[in-house]
């Protein structure tokens, strides 16, 4: 239903219906002080906060920042409302059928692709950026004829998106626009007067066994690139935090940490802070995050607003909820779906850190392994089944091994398992 907002949290969901009030703006001018009155409208009421900020909504906070103008599209959205719903995995996906394929294209052409990396490469021989967080979108026509079953196809995306580990996977229905997050990278989470962000910066294709798995992660792990990589994005994290963070009390309790996902690894740190500042002096601080602008964030936003040829939206934009008593969780848009109902399209961002040594070739491959989730088949439910002998002489033959040929399996498929 519209104004509708699903966010996962920790192993459940929070639904949102019916709000009191929905404060939204188009005009930069307008983000800060609606982002005011939605925390001030939190205090008072006890309602809890739940939308999002758009990329381009970076200047409000910073009129150093530079984007690309967008028109026809919230730069900040959020319902007010009273305590969610609490559903269950089961709720959520009960309704869920076979995501009808379709044909996802690129808006950037190859030539236009290498083109921009290589002026990327120049920018950071000229010392004028160290990472630019270059992204492209894919686009795709719904094909459906009427409002209702284009809101069949936007439910049907969202659950295929968020069947994987997505943390802070949310969906969000706005009346003419539908979002679907299945982001599984946070850009700050507030509780009390502890403020945590978890940046993800290094990726790499999952193996086809627990072996290669164990390998591959390995790798990454050991990545001078990747490792150079996130250490820079959690240097202007810790910068950014240090803004509003009492004297003395950044620090990172995490430090390259892999996390496995059903098509492949990223790398994430974790930086930690106390603060006592508001909401909207947190988004004045860190946003957009680093981990999608690149470094320093200044220069390289303005290399970005030169070479993308769209603006980016709600993708790396933020998407989150804020509650009573110093509560808030928002995470960085990133595979995120917007669908246009009014002209039954839709877009998905995909983007990745360009470096000195990257090359074109690698960059476009990593773009499109994270595209994979859009057309990778359905995951259905599945149970592992093992079969063994079993006499009455001898019990059960090579128990050991058939068990730990499970237990592979297991761990290889993220499935729940216990000897």
Not at 188 to 207: A, H, Q
Request: charged share 25%.
């Amino acid at each position: 239903m519209i104004d509708d907002v699903i966010f996962r949290h920790d192993d459940n969901w929070w639904k949102f219906s019916q709000p009191h009030r929905v404060i939204l703006t188009e005009k930069v001018e307008e983000v800060r002080q609606s982002l005011e009155e939605v925390d001030r409208l939190v205090n008072e009421h006890g309602w809890t906060a739940a939308g999002f900020v758009s990329y381009e909504a970076a200047p409000a906070f910073d009129a150093s920042l530079q984007v690309i103008e967008s028109q026809g599209f919230p730069l900040l959205w959020f319902g007010l409302y009273d305590v969610p719903r609490i559903l269950q995995n089961s709720e959520v996906f009960k309704d869920s059928e076979l995501l009808a394929p379709l044909s996802w294209q690129p808006d950037t052409e190859r030539e236009i692709y290498n083109t921009a990396i290589q002026t990327i490469k120049e920018r950071i021989a000229e010392g004028k950026t160290y990472q630019v967080n270059y992204t492209m979108r894919l686009s795709t026509e719904i094909g459906t004829d009427s409002r209702n079953k284009t809101d069949e196809w936007t439910w049907q995306l969202f659950t295929h998106l968020a069947r994987s580990q997505n943390k802070y996977a949310a969906y969000l229905d706005i009346g003419d626009w539908a979002i679907c997050s299945a982001s599984h990278e946070l850009f700050f989470d507030l509780n009390d007067d502890v403020i945590s962000g978890r940046p993800m910066k290094g990726t790499v294709k999952r193996g086809r066994t627990t072996a290669e798995d164990a390998s591959t992660s390995d790798w990454l792990r050991a990545s001078i690139k990747n490792r150079a990589e996130n250490v820079m994005i959690v240097d202007m994290i810790r910068n950014d935090i240090g803004r509003i963070a009492e004297i003395g009390s950044v620090h990172v309790p995490e430090l390259f940490t892999i996390e496995k996902y059903p098509t492949l690894f990223q790398m994430t740190s974790t930086v930690r802070a106390k603060t006592k500042a508001s909401v909207t002096e947190i988004f004045s601080a860190l946003f957009p995050c680093a981990s999608i602008t690149g470094a320093p964030k200044i220069s390289t936003m303005n290399i970005i607003a030169e070479l993308e040829t769209n603006p980016r939206r709600i993708y790396c934009g933020s998407i989150g909820y804020i509650a009573p008593n110093r509560k808030a969780r928002f995470n960085v848009a990133i595979r995120t779906a917007l669908v246009d109902k009014q002209n039954s399209t839709a877009e998905y961002g995909l983007g990745g850190g360009i470096v000195w040594d990257s090359t074109s070739a690698d960059e476009y491959s990593e773009a499109l392994l994270k595209a994979r989730v859009l057309t990778n088949p359905p995951q259905k439910e599945f149970s592992l089944f093992e079969t063994l002998l079993w006499t009455p002489e001898e019990g059960y033959f090579l128990l050991e091994r058939h068990v730990a040929r499970m237990e592979d399996s297991a761990d290889y498929f993220q499935y729940p398992f216990s000897r």
